[in-house]
């Protein structure tokens, strides 16, 4: 990629912008465009990437070699369509990342929950023990120095995203398969067209590669019934290669011996909460010992690695209250995470200011959605956060259905349609020894900054 000029639509995108990142590193001409300004934006303005805010056909530089859209960029973009006409080579997020996985040991990160945790996890043990991976996470790690590097080593480790089949673009030698449920019904009508989607990712893995699975899913077991590629599995007992045994918790953290069949690798203590966290643990822990990564450092890494932003993050306090921001947003992401600030933390009260993420999601998950809040005191609701649906999918569901159906089940919900009202709302109930939990894929995270400044 050296000396290309490339143009990213939609680059403050999480997966964009740390691709963005790596071709700048890569010695490539980076410029690109978003809706809005964020960190994301800043930060490749900073680092040398012509960035417009806004998007326009004159976004695009006079001279250029490659176009790339992020998925959620349509096909009425100003942008796109002007790269069309100009024709130019357009490709997708997903196209760009097969093409620089291609050039190296590809590992990819599948799964409907915990990509991003394990996707770093990964990237950290291989960094760790001096292998110099590149990578691309869908989330910063402050360890790792963001959420992307373009390292001289052999490695390249990414996310494997099921949305729109984008996974199907990557050229994997390894990959795991954390966990697969229905997440994506825009994209997905039913769990037997997801399930084909993850077997088809399957399926790209060479005889000679490596599928790390996890034990205790049925539907990953489905998936991975025809491949070519070898199986190790784990899981949370011996019937699984990768397993924790003399497995521990202390105020929510684990600590295991991590064994490999009847091997004992040494003691992991995560700093991470949560028993998802130990499945994501043996799944990093698999993949990296594949890549010859000897059990010191394997377990060093593991013990030391502090996860990624916006996954059980404590943001400060406030009135004596904790605040943490989540990005969970599927029913039983919702249920782990709860469980696992209850047992961290052991609040007085829990509360929960919850943005759903895409009204087709929230309409089809519905009550899936209003039974995973079984662990919080006060659930709060904004608005849907609108992304990737139709004005008439957006007609037909929205937050104050979700706060009947949490009412319903017996819980205590409020609807409040704007951010800052909800931050407003929580600030003036709040008391000492309550955790604050804002949760969800979109901008919910700016409730936690508005508490953190009134706090200051």
Same mark, same amino acid.
């Given at each position: 990629m050296t000396g290309r000029r490339i143009h990213l639509i939609g680059v403050g995108g999480t997966g964009m912008s740390g691709l963005a990142a790596m071709l700048i590193r890569s010695g490539a001409i980076v410029s690109g465009s978003d809706r809005i300004e964020s960190d994301a934006t800043r930060h490749l303005s900073e680092v040398g990437a012509a960035i417009h805010i806004g998007q326009r056909p004159d976004?695009?530089? /006079?001279?250029? !070699?490659?176009?790339?859209?992020?998925?959620?960029? $349509?096909? +009425? $973009?100003?942008? @796109?369509?002007?790269?069309?006409?100009? +024709?130019?080579?357009? #490709?997708?997020?997903? !196209? @760009?990342?097969?093409?620089?996985?291609?050039? *190296? /040991?590809? #590992?990819?990160?599948?799964? /409907? *929950?915990?990509?991003?945790?394990?996707?770093a996890l990964t990237a950290y043990i291989l960094t760790h023990a001096g292998l110099e991976p590149s990578f691309v996470v869908g989330a910063t790690s402050r360890q790792l120095g963001g959420g992307s590097a373009a390292g001289a080593g052999e490695h390249f480790v990414a996310e494997a995203c099921e949305y729109r089949q984008s996974f199907l673009k990557l050229v994997p030698k390894m990959a795991a398969l954390l966990n697969i449920e229905h997440d994506h019904p825009d994209c997905y009508p039913d769990m037997k067209s997801t399930i084909e989607s993850f077997a088809a990712f399957a399926s790209l893995l060479p005889a000679d590669g490596l599928i790390v699975a996890n034990n205790e899913d049925r539907y990953v077991a489905a998936a991975t019934e025809a491949v070519r590629a070898p199986i190790e599995r784990f899981g949370f007992d011996s019937r699984a290669e990768w397993w924790p045994d003399e497995l521990i918790r202390e105020q929510g953290r684990f600590s295991f011996e991590l064994c490999r069949g009847s091997e004992r690798l040494g003691r992991v203590t995560l700093t991470l909460a949560g028993r998802h966290n130990v499945a994501n643990a043996l799944a990093a822990g698999a993949l990296a010992w594949h890549c010859g990564v000897k059990p010191e450092a394997l377990v060093e890494a593991l013990s030391r690695f502090e996860g990624t932003d916006r996954r059980m993050t404590v943001r400060g306090q406030i009135n004596g209250a904790t605040l943490i921001d989540d990005y969970a947003h599927h029913p039983t992401a919702i249920q782990v995470t709860l469980r696992a600030v209850a047992q961290e933390f052991e609040p007085r009260r829990l509360w929960v200011v919850f943005q759903p993420h895409q009204h087709s999601r929230t309409r089809l998950l519905l009550e899936d959605f209003a039974r995973s809040f079984g662990r919080a005191d006060v659930v709060v609701v904004p608005d849907i956060y609108f992304v990737r649906d139709s004005e008439l999918e957006r007609s037909l569901v929205g937050s104050r259905d979700l706060v009947e159906r949490i009412q319903a089940n017996g819980g205590e919900a409020a609807y409040v349609p704007e951010l800052a009202d909800a931050a407003e709302y929580v600030r003036q109930r709040i008391r000492p020894g309550d955790v604050v939990v804002t949760m969800g894929a979109g901008d919910v995270w700016k409730v936690a900054d508005e508490l953190v400044q009134r706090a200051g």
């Open positions: 976004n695009l530089p /006079t001279e250029l !070699d490659l176009v790339v859209a992020s998925a959620a960029v $349509n096909e +009425s $973009n100003p942008e @796109l369509t002007a790269a069309r006409q100009r +024709s130019c080579e357009v #490709i997708g997020y997903a !196209d @760009l990342l097969g093409r620089l996985m291609a050039q *190296h /040991t590809g #590992i990819a990160v599948s799964g /409907t *929950h915990g990509k991003s945790t394990t996707t």
